[in-house]
T-cell receptor, first 112, second 118 residues
Framework: AQSVSQHNHHVILSEAASLELGCNYS??????LFWYVQYPGQHLQLLLK??????LVKGIKGFEAEFIKSKFSFNLRKPSVQWSDTAEYFC??????????FGTGTRLKVLA | EAGVAQSPRYKIIEKRQSVAFWCNPI?????LYWYQQILGQGPKLLIQ????????DSQLPKDRFSAERLKGVDSTLKIQPAKLEDSAVYLC????????????????FGAGTRLSVL
């Protein structure tokens, strides 16, 4: 079955620490990849996306993600997190039909 | 640009009762999605509309769930009768056809309706 895996369910970091959240998918062929963020009490917002081209994509608020096709991965990174990055992060994948398949999410807590 | 509007924000009902959720998309967005997000899980697509036609409802429990999108704008999702396992956040998302390449693949989400079935 098609799936998206986010192995880190809960992550706790101190401010200024580096962040990497894993995302792996099980589809072959061409995919579109997304990271969404949900801040406490708010709706899901697009953080960044990959459709084609440079596999290193930059998003809002200093986030970036790298698409590694051979590893079926799209990991999210940030060099130095802030308390305001406390949120839940979701990876999503589509294959042409615009139907998102979401991962289970990673709850990030940043300690001030 | 106004976002995706959903109401109500919260709903508490008893099992076997019925409930309805409403979604108003971003103006001009032709595609509308309803997701179910159970606590601790990612959103799961229930139904996708293109204008007022259903594109994908393969994961909609049709014995109790129904959805419509009259006139291709607003949409309602109904559960009748509700079960305990329907407790979840119900998210509406929309996407448009216009814009740069790939724009139609980007979904914009509403704040959701949190349903508790007692």
């Amino acid at each position: 079955a098609q799936s998206v895996s986010q192995h880190n369910h809960h992550v706790i970091l101190s401010e200024a620490a580096s962040l990497e959240l894993g995302c792996n998918y099980s589809y072959g062929g061409t995919v579109n990849l997304f990271w969404y963020v949900q801040y406490p009490g708010q709706h899901l917002q697009l953080l960044l996306k990959y459709f084609s081209g440079d596999p290193l994509v930059k998003g809002i608020k200093g986030f970036e993600a790298e698409f590694i096709k051979s590893k079926f991965s799209f990991n999210l990174r940030k060099p130095s997190v802030q308390w305001s990055d406390t949120a839940e992060y979701f990876c999503a994948v589509t294959r042409g039909t615009y139907k998102y398949i979401f991962g289970t999410g990673t709850r990030l807590k940043v300690l001030a | 640009e106004a976002g995706v509007a959903q109401s109500p924000r919260y709903k508490i009902i008893e099992k076997r009762q019925s409930v309805a959720f409403w979604c108003n998309p971003i103006s001009g967005h032709a595609t509308l999605y309803w997701y179910q997000q159970i606590l601790g899980q990612g959103p799961k697509l229930l139904i996708q509309f293109q204008n007022n036609g259903v594109v994908d409802d393969s994961q909609l429990p049709k014995d109790r769930f129904s959805a419509e999108r009259l006139k291709g704008v607003d949409s309602t999702l109904k559960i009748q009768p509700a079960k305990l396992e329907d407790s979840a956040v119900y998210l509406c998302a929309t996407s448009g056809l216009a814009g740069p390449p790939g724009a139609k693949n980007i979904q914009y989400f509403g704040a959701g309706t949190r349903l508790s079935v007692l």
